[in-house]
C-alpha cells in the first residue's frame, strides 16, 4: 500500500463490514469483505498549516494540534442486530427451467452477468472529528476521517479484491475554503476469475473468452444526521457520494489472474475517483459551566458511510455460438428442484473492539432456516450479557 503517513503521525481506525453470502450450495464459496475506514491525527495539523497560510481569519481554526491529545476519545460501543428480508439474485427461474431456444440462453447470461452488492454501518459512527468545536458546526478541528478501504479474501486466505483511498491531501485547500474533501486512489487489486461473476448460484467460472470484459463499479456514500442551535433537525442526509469505475480486459492481467494498480507506480493515467462530499456538520450541544454560565458548543460529527460494489462483464460471439453446449453444462449442475425457495435473511451487528480500538461491523447473509444458534456463535453475532 502506497500511504505515506508513519505509524507515528497518523492513527488508524479500522471498520470492518464483514459481508458474508453461504450459498444454497455445497460447490458455492462464501464471501467476505472486510471495509476499513481510516483515520489521522495528522489530519487537523496540516489544515490548520494550510489556514494559517491563507491568513484568513485570526484565530481561525487555533489550536488545532490539541486535536491529537484526545485522538480517539468519545467513542462509543453498541450492538444492533436486525433480520431483513432479501431476495435470492441467482435468476433461478431461468437456470433452472429446461431452455430449448436461443434467446431464453441469452437472458439467462445477460441476466448473471450483473453482481451487486451493499453493505455499510449498522448504526452512526460519532468521532468525524476528535473533539467538540466552540467554534460552529463547520469548524475543521480535530478532523480524522482519512479515507476508505475495502478488502476481500479468496478461500486460501490470498488477496482477490483490495481497494484503498484517501483524503486527498494536495486539496485540502477545499476543506478550508468550501467544506468539502475529495478522495485519491491509492491501490486497486482485482481477480477476475475469484470475482462474483457469472452471477449464478451454479459453480460457473469467469472466463474472459467467454465474458470478454470485467468492470467494477463501486459508489461509496456519505450521510449524516445532526440538530442546529434552532433545534431543526436535519435526518439522514447525503453528504457527498465518490464513484469509481474500472473496465479491465485479458491484456491487463498478470499471469496470476490479478489486476494491480499502485498511485504514482502504475502505468499509464492515474485512476481518477470522482466525487466529492461536505465534511460533517456538528450537532448543537450548549452545556453550563460550574459558574452556571451558558456556552455553545457543537459536536464530534456522527455519520454513515454506505458502499455500493457493482461487477459486471460481457458476453462474446464465441460464447454465443457455444450456447447449446453451454445448457448441457448448466442442465448438469443444476441441483434439485427446490432450492430457490428459501428466503433470505440478513444479520447484523455492530461492535466496538476496546483492546483493538476497532469497530466491527459483521452483515450475515443466508437462507433462513441456515441461520442456526451455532453459525451466530461461530462469527461472534452474540449479544454481550
Keep these: 500500500m502506497n500511504i505515506k503517513h508513519s505509524a507515528a503521525s497518523a492513527a488508524y481506525l479500522i471498520l470492518a463490514f464483514m459481508a458474508i453470502w453461504l450459498a444454497p450450495t455445497e460447490t458455492k464459496a462464501q464471501v467476505t469483505y472486510e471495509t476499513f475506514i481510516y483515520t489521522s491525527d495528522a489530519l487537523s495539523s496540516e489544515i490548520q498549516d494550510l489556514s494559517n497560510e491563507r491568513a484568513a481569519r485570526g484565530g481561525y481554526m487555533a489550536d488545532l494540534g490539541m486535536a491529537m491529545a484526545n485522538a480517539g476519545k468519545g467513542i462509543a460501543g453498541g450492538y444492533v442486530t436486525s433480520f431483513i428480508d432479501m431476495g435470492v439474485n441467482a435468476i433461478a427461474s431461468l437456470i433452472t427451467r429446461p431452455s430449448r431456444l436461443k434467446n431464453e440462453w441469452e437472458e439467462t447470461v445477460k ?9 455499510g ?3 452512526e459512527l460519532n468521532d468525524f472529528y476528535s473533539v467538540p468545536s466552540t467554534d460552529g458546526a463547520m469548524d475543521p478541528r480535530g478532523m480524522r476521517f482519512n479515507g476508505i478501504g475495502c478488502l476481500r479474501r479468496g478461500e486460501k486466505g490470498d488477496t482477490v479484491f483490495y481497494i484503498s483511498c484517501h483524503v486527498d491531501h494536495s486539496k485540502l485547500y477545499r476543506i478550508v475554503n468550501h467544506s468539502k474533501f475529495e478522495l485519491v486512489l ?3 487489486i482485482l481477480c477476475p476469475k475469484e470475482s462474483n461473476l457469472p452471477n449464478s448460484s451454479l459453480p460457473l467460472p469467469f472466463y474472459f473468452s467467454e465474458r470478454g470484459s470485467y468492470q467494477i463499479d463501486m459508489t461509496m456514500t456519505l450521510t449524516s444526521s445532526w440538530i442546529n442551535e434552532l433545534t431543526v433537525l436535519q435526518k439522514d442526509k447525503e453528504l457527498g457520494r465518490f464513484e469509481l469505475t474500472v473496465p479491465i480486459d485479458s491484456s491487463q492481467v498478470a499471469a496470476d489472474g490479478k489486476y494491480r494498480y499502485v498511485r504514482g507506480r502504475s502505468k499509464g493515467s492515474p485512476l481518477v475517483i470522482k466525487g466529492e462530499s461536505f465534511i460533517v456538520p456538528r450537532s448543537f450541544m450548549a452545556y453550563r459551566d460550574e459558574n ?3 456556552h455553545n458548543s457543537w459536536g464530534t460529527g456522527e455519520y454513515k458511510m454506505s458502499v455500493t460494489l457493482k461487477e459486471s462483464c460481457d458476453v462474446t460471439d464465441e460464447y454465443r455460438d457455444e450456447w447449446r453446449n453451454d445448457r448441457k453444462r448448466r442442465k448438469k ?22 483492546i483493538s480500538k476497532q469497530w466491527v461491523i459483521t452483515t450475515l447473509s443466508a437462507p433462513a ?11 461472534d453475532l452474540t449479544p454481550d450479557k
Design 111 to 119: 441476466a448473471e452477468s450483473t453482481f451487486e452488492t451493499k453493505f
Design 121 to 123: 454501518t449498522v448504526s
Design 186 to 188: 491509492d491501490t486497486l
Design 292 to 294: 452556571d454560565q451558558y
Design 333 to 354: 449442475l443444476t441441483p434439485k428442484e427446490g432450492w430457490t425457495d428459501n428466503v433470505w435473511k440478513v444479520i447484523e451487528s455492530q461492535k466496538w473492539d476496546e
Design 369 to 379: 432456516d441456515m441461520i442456526t444458534g451455532d453459525i451466530i456463535d461461530k462469527l
